[in-house]
C-alpha cells in the first residue's frame, strides 16, 4: 500500500474525528470516502486504536510544529499569544471543524490508552509552549506562569468543544470567565490584546 494512500487515510480519519470523535473513526466509511477496501486500511492501521492514536499524533505533532513557527516568526512573545487562539479558531472556520485532540478529551475516560496518551501530548506541548511564551512576556513567575499556562490551554479548548451548542460570543464569554477565575487578569487580557469592550459585552475576540 502506497504511503500516498497511508496520507489519505490519516486525512480522512482527521475529518471523521473533528466532525465525530474517536467514534467516528469507521473504516469502512473511511474505505469509502478514500476509495479503497475496508481490509486495506489494516495493513497501515491493524486496529481503530492504532488509526486513532496515529492521527492524535500526528495532530499534535503539526501543532508543535506550528507553535515553534509562530514563535520563530512572531515580532515578540506578546504577538505569539495574541495569535495562539487562530490555531483553535481555524478548525472552526473550516466547516465548523472541531480541535481534533479537544474533541477526543471529552471522550477520554473512554478512549483506549494509547489514544489516551496522544491526547494528553496535544495538552502538554501546548501547556509548555504557553508557559514558555508566557514567561518571556513577563507574565509571572515560573510557577504562576505554568498555572495561567494551564488555565488558558483548558479554557481555550474548552470553548472550542461545544460551539454548536452556543454563539461564538458565548463562548468567548465564558472563557474570559474562566482563564480571570484562574489567575489571568483582565490587566493580562488588555496587555496581550486578547480583549475588546464592545458595552456591554466582554468579547474574547480572538476566538
Known amino acids: 500500500?502506497?504511503?500516498?494512500?497511508?496520507?489519505?487515510?490519516?486525512?480522512?480519519?482527521?475529518?471523521?474525528?473533528?466532525?465525530?470523535?474517536?467514534?467516528?473513526?469507521?473504516?469502512?466509511?473511511?474505505?469509502?470516502?478514500?476509495?479503497?477496501?475496508?481490509?486495506?486500511?489494516?495493513?497501515?492501521?491493524?486496529?481503530?486504536?492504532?488509526?486513532?492514536?496515529?492521527?492524535?499524533?500526528?495532530?499534535?505533532?503539526?501543532?508543535?510544529?506550528?507553535?515553534?513557527?509562530?514563535?520563530?516568526?512572531?515580532?515578540?512573545?506578546?504577538?505569539?499569544?495574541?495569535?495562539?487562539?487562530?490555531?483553535?479558531?481555524?478548525?472552526?472556520?473550516?466547516?465548523?471543524?472541531?480541535?481534533?485532540?479537544?474533541?477526543?478529551?471529552?471522550?477520554?475516560?473512554?478512549l483506549p490508552s494509547q489514544v489516551k496518551s496522544e491526547v494528553q501530548a496535544f495538552a502538554t506541548v501546548n501547556v509548555v509552549w504557553l508557559c514558555k511564551v508566557l514567561l518571556a512576556s513577563g507574565l509571572g513567575e515560573p510557577a504562576a506562569c505554568e498555572e495561567r499556562a494551564n488555565a488558558i490551554f483548558a479554557a481555550v479548548a474548552g470553548a472550542h468543544s461545544w460551539p454548536a451548542a452556543a454563539p461564538i460570543s458565548r463562548c468567548s464569554t465564558r472563557s474570559l470567565r474562566v482563564i480571570g477565575r484562574l489567575g489571568f487578569c483582565r490587566r493580562d487580557f488588555q496587555r496581550v490584546g486578547w480583549i475588546r469592550l464592545y458595552p456591554p459585552t466582554i468579547v474574547f475576540c480572538t476566538l
Open 1 to 110: 500500500m502506497s504511503a500516498n494512500a497511508k496520507e489519505a487515510i490519516l486525512a480522512a480519519a482527521k475529518q471523521a474525528a473533528q466532525s465525530h470523535g474517536y467514534n467516528g473513526l469507521n473504516f469502512r466509511d473511511l474505505a469509502a470516502a478514500v476509495g479503497i477496501k475496508s481490509a486495506s486500511i489494516y495493513y497501515h492501521f491493524p486496529s481503530k486504536a492504532d488509526l486513532g492514536s496515529a492521527v492524535a499524533r500526528r495532530y499534535w505533532e503539526d501543532t508543535a510544529a506550528e507553535l515553534q513557527a509562530m514563535l520563530g516568526g512572531a515580532d515578540s512573545p506578546l504577538e505569539c499569544l495574541q495569535r495562539y487562539p487562530s490555531i483553535f479558531r481555524r478548525s472552526l472556520e473550516s466547516e465548523n471543524r472541531l480541535c481534533l485532540c479537544s474533541f477526543m478529551a471529552a471522550e477520554y475516560e473512554d
